[in-house]
């Protein structure tokens, strides 16, 4: 029984710290949009980004996550993300002058507008497929629900 309770406290010491961290970086993240009014945030040099079209399918499809190194450092075929007209746009390098950038999504048939180093957000450095499909499952109200009382019961 003294086991028992042991490996539930560790248990529950270790969700209250991930809710803690959750958290603080949330809180984080919704301050500096806010205040900085940036469409992306700065963690330790880095952002995460969800990709809301199929234009880098079957590189990056709709729902997944992207991790970008704040960079102006990159080079040709590197995918990278930038801000163009307010939109953060994430496509593969595919010329680079002096002058600027010009970029291409992976499933799409024409060049993108050319852009500049300015307009760089990063580089993507990571690709988390398929988060789409647990965030649509983690947010239904039947796993919310039953979730918070697993908690509070716990």
Partial sequence: MEKMKK?????LNIILIFV??????????FIQMKLKK???INLFGYTILQVET???????????IVVVKLTKDVSQNDI?????????????????????IV??????????????KD?????????IPKIGIWQKVLTTPKVIISGSITILLL
């Fill in 7 to 11: 490996v539930g406290t560790l248990l």
């Fill in 20 to 29: 803690v961290l959750c958290t603080i970086i949330f809180s984080f993240s």
């Fill in 38 to 40: 940036t469409k992306h």
């Fill in 54 to 64: 199929g234009s880098m399918a079957d590189t990056i499809n709709i729902k997944d």
């Fill in 80 to 100: 990278i993300t930038y801000l163009q007209k307010d939109v953060l746009i994430t496509h593969r390098i595919v010329k680079i002058t002096d002058n600027y």
């Fill in 103 to 116: 970029t291409k999504g992976d499933a799409n048939n024409s060049l993108d507008n050319p852009t500049t």
């Fill in 119 to 127: 307009e760089i957000i990063g580089k993507v450095i990571y690709i």
